[in-house]
């Protein structure tokens, strides 16, 4: 393996690990709200059954009672309820997606992933489908398995620059620090790449930009590190890349609306309506319209806790599904000591709120 690569990998392990001086810790939280799954009795099950005995073919009607069953933890009752529904509605991706949740909590994950595969079996052409698919797999655990999926969609010839995203973010995670770079760049000088595309692009590409310069400087290398940091202001990012917090929220469910919150240690609430905090915090790119990315920024943490919250605002009409996706949380931006941390989450119905992580910041800076 060439050095500067063997370094650059090191580097990027390196980065997992907490520097000694670090004011920052995180204690992950929920991925579900608290006490999700006990909202729900049996006579409102008995209500849920009927209106699917009423209508067979209401989708609604399908989606509340499998979901019912399941946050009453039926999940038995739950896999039984969407097998009858995937019988009379075989193309529906919620069904198809439901099922594999439900084959997930039961621990049978053979079975879960032959349910997940069926998304992009059913619609091979589908962006979005591959994307359920790779989402569902990024939150398992197998990286491996989403960038396959993902790049198998790309060359079926899928221009979706969502899913050009997918794939350059899980090649990032995965060390492929060259493909992903040029990925990036590829969607961020596409002039077709709308900008609730190309912006968290360029966040994603500024991280990279920010290992390579690492690097860079580790080795000497001062005009490729200093060609790095130009590049790097050139994107003009809000919020900067140096920061003790920065928080990222994304969301797979299309034509709806999650909501970042952040408490800080003086209990103010930074989001979509009160974008900047006392101590310097701030919130950029609030996106109603599906998928993200929303992002927080506090470029100097005050001493205390910071709580971080995920709150399903509102949905489309024709949106059956959950609202998931992901926290992505980097301490110490920028910085030797950087961490990172990917925490997965769920929103069952609006208005729920789900707390996923808090984070303790020592002493004055």
């Known amino acids: 393996m060439h050095a500067t690569k063997v370094a650059l990998v090191s580097l990027l ?27 729900i009795n049996d006579a409102e099950l008995v209500t849920l059954r009927a209106a699917v005995q009423k209508d067979p073919k ?38 198809v997606r439901l099922l594999g949740d439900l ?17 992009v079996e059913l619609l091979p052409k589908d962006a979005s489908a591959h994307r359920a698919l790779a989402s569902v797999l990024k939150q398992s655990g197998d990286m491996k398995a989403a960038y396959d999926r993902l790049l198998a969609a790309g060359e079926n010839g899928s221009k979706d620059r969502r899913l050009a995203f997918e794939l350059a973010d899980v090649a990032a995670r995965l060390g492929k620090i060259e493909e992903a770079r040029t990925r990036f760049e590829a969607i961020i000088d596409d002039p077709e790449t709308s900008e609730s595309v ?22 000497g290398k001062s005009t ?48 979509y309506s009160h974008k900047n905090g006392k101590f310097g915090e701030a919130l950029f790119d609030d996106v109603t319209t599906g998928y993200g990315p929303e992002s927080f920024t506090a470029p100097k943490a005050a001493a205390g806790e910071y709580v ?21 949380i980097v301490l ?34």
């Open 308 to 328: 971080v919250q995920v709150n399903y605002f509102g949905r489309g009409r024709s949106n059956f599904s959950e609202a998931r996706g992901e926290v992505v």
């Open 198 to 219: 190309r912006y968290p692009a360029k966040q994603r590409l500024a991280q990279i930009y920010q290992q390579l310069e690492r690097t860079a400087k580790a080795e």
């Open 103 to 119: 084959y997930a909590e039961k621990g049978e994950r053979a079975k879960a992933r032959r349910a997940y595969s069926a998304v």
């Open 224 to 271: 490729d590190a200093e060609n790095l940091a130009k590049s790097i202001g050139e994107l003009k990012l809000k919020g900067g890349t140096e920061n003790d917090i920065k928080v990222y929220l994304t969301w797979d469910t299309d034509h709806s609306d999650v909501d970042l919150w952040v408490t800080n240690p003086a209990g103010e609430k930074v989001f």
């Open 332 to 365: 110490d931006e920028g910085k030797p000591a950087e961490k990172k941390f990917v925490l997965p989450y769920r929103l069952f119905d609006e208005k729920q709120t789900v707390t996923v992580a808090r984070i303790q910041v020592k002493g004055a800076k």
């Open 13 to 39: 392990l390196a980065s997992t690990a907490w520097g000694a001086d670090s004011r920052l810790t995180l204690a992950p939280a929920e991925k579900e709200p608290a006490g999700s799954r006990a909202e």
């Open 58 to 95: 209401d989708r609604a009607a399908r989606f509340a009672l499998v979901r019912g069953l399941q946050r009453a933890n039926k999940i038995d009752e739950a896999l039984s309820a969407a097998k009858d529904w995937r019988a009379v509605d075989a193309y529906n991706l919620v069904v």
